[in-house]
């Protein structure tokens, strides 16, 4: 039982590429999301899924896509790298159980964009 | 909207001593629930501690216990025989229903000094 992976771990990015960060969970968790950690800001909703075919925009969305084909994977990606987009992106997934609804995070991902 | 608010920026604390983190947040909800992770320096988000607001009974896990406050909107997170392992930023975090998206407050750098 790996729970939450996210690959890469480290990202060096030129602005104006793009890329995918990979989140997958193996726990058949309905719902899964990626925020970003910013120094001072604590963690901010990207966007969200609560099942396959379902996203939605979180408080910072902008500059990013998802997509949820499968219960599992959850890609998040950026289209055109800015370097207001240097941070630290953590993958989540949980249950809708309510005994066991807290959310699972990954290693995270750190993207600098130059 | 919910807000999460952490108005310690920085604490520390004598090995084996007790401190407490402050968390105070806004919400309509009757129901909903709170939690408190743990960031270490390999930055992994670790789940110190959760509450149920229908629940009256402060949550424990071992060392860590919460205070609780529904009407005063207020869930603090006392760490008693503080150790050195005990050094990272701690992040009060609201969640609505299940499978809804984490609000996190700016965290709290905690530093627990030999």
Request: charged residues 15%; positive net charge; contains cysteine.
């Amino acid at each position: 039982n790996a729970g939450v992976t996210q690959t890469p771990k480290f990202q060096v990015l030129k602005t104006g590429q793009s890329m995918t960060l990979q989140c997958a969970q193996d726990m058949n968790h309905e719902y899964m999301s990626w925020y970003r950690q910013d120094p001072g800001m604590g963690l901010r909703l990207i966007h969200y899924s609560v099942g396959a075919g379902i996203t939605d925009q979180g408080e910072v969305p902008n500059g990013y896509n998802v997509s949820r084909s499968t219960t599992e994977d959850f890609p998040l990606r950026l289209l055109s790298a800015a370097p207001s987009q240097t941070s630290v992106y953590f993958c989540a997934s949980s249950s809708r159980d309510r005994k066991t609804y807290e959310q699972y995070f990954g290693p995270g991902t750190r993207l600098t964009v130059t | 909207a919910q807000t999460v608010t952490q108005s310690q920026p920085e604490m520390s604390v004598q090995e084996a001593e007790t401190v407490t983190l402050s968390c105070t947040y806004d919400t309509s909800e009757n129901n909903y629930y709170l939690f408190w992770y743990k960031q270490p320096p390999s930055r992994q988000m670790i789940l110190v501690i959760r509450q149920e607001a229908y629940k009256q009974q402060n949550a424990t896990e071992n060392r860590f216990s919460v205070n609780f406050q529904k009407a005063a909107k207020s869930f603090s997170l006392k760490i008693s025989d503080s150790q050195l392992g005990d050094t990272a930023m701690y992040f009060c975090a609201f969640m609505k229903q299940t499978n809804t998206p984490l609000v996190f407050g700016k965290g709290t750098r905690l530093s627990v000094i030999a």
